[in-house]
């Protein structure tokens, strides 16, 4: 059917049968497919070229600390909730090379990183995760220092988000606003709605990019009663939803309860692992490491993920800032729920709930903000920790 191609939205019916037609469609843009896969026990972010690549029937259970995926009878494509990846992988990537020194004789050359930008596009892209990367937006692109690394490789994604139907326990997006539903920052947004004999993707536009994709496909306009079928998606998705994070004057409790002793009975039980801040899609500290072969012949100066949970990380002459795993948990929570307003005018956290879900000793900062929330009187320590 002909397709209206102008960047207004514009809300259409792709079947299932269809989905691999999208999928070639973005391919002969030029663009090279990431989306869901099942790789080591987990829903993961990776190259994919068919709809049979993704994780079909396959949904997740997920609590603090604790991750199980569950194979399903309904052929679903998008039943799960966000995994341990995000697509911070792609854009600031774990390693990335800086520069290469190589000797050649007496000499020596320096070698820069490939700035070739590649086409990619993201597929799956949840609506925490459209907030996660508008968050690393503002920080690497927006401000006086410029991350080129990053502004070449977000510069040509073409995103297709996906609304949730199937948050997982350890998601609170509903109090932050930041899901369950796709809301903008995406080039197409998919709903897939499974029901008795029906199964296909509500399709909405948000682009002049995704509606030239969509005038590509064999799609139909959507009916009202499409559209209400994949509101009632996301409406259901949201009233799954239990944990929350009360968001009221956060910054001004988290502020007063600095020397609150809660802090000490979190760092009795964290094992400054660091396994929230690499899973979290927010992060984004790093450092810079030095290395050479054993022969001295090649060097190399990467940036790689850094983590305020060691003791390295806030090292200045004479020791570490931070010496107490106290400080470096209250860091990163007061970081992201408080300070990051300070930094970049907006909330460290998108509600995702990995941090969650990965931490080795299941904790809870929702749990944890809420217990210091509701302690009336602010108690100062005395042993200096
Ligand atoms: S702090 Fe936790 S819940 Fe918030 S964005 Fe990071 S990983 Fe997700
Ligand atoms: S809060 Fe959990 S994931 Fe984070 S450093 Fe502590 S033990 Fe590791």
Redesign the pocket.
Known sequence: MPVDTSPEKAIYVLETGDFQTLLDAVMERGHSIFGPVLRDGAITYDALHRDTDLPLGWNDRQQAGSYRLVKTKRKTFFAYAVGPHSWKKFLHPPSDMLCAAQRIDDRFSINEPDREHPRRAFLGVRSCELHALAIHDKIFTDGPFINEAYRRRRQDILIIAVNCSHPSETCFCTSLQTGPRATGGFDLALTEVLTSGNHHFIIETGSAAGAELCARLPVRKAARTDIEAAEKVTSAAAKKIRRSLNTEELRETLDQKFSDPHWGQ?AD?????????MVCPTCFCSTVEDTTTLTGEHAERRLKWD?C?TAEFSYIHGGSIRSS?LS??RQ?LTHKLAYWFDQFGMCGCVGCGR?IT??????D?TEETRKLQEKKFVIRRTNGR
């Not at 990965?358 to 904790?363: L, R, T, V």
């Open positions: 979190i039980r964290c094992l400054a692992c660091g396994n929230c801040t983590s949970f795993t470096r948990y990163w941090c990965w931490c080795p000793a299941g904790i900062l």
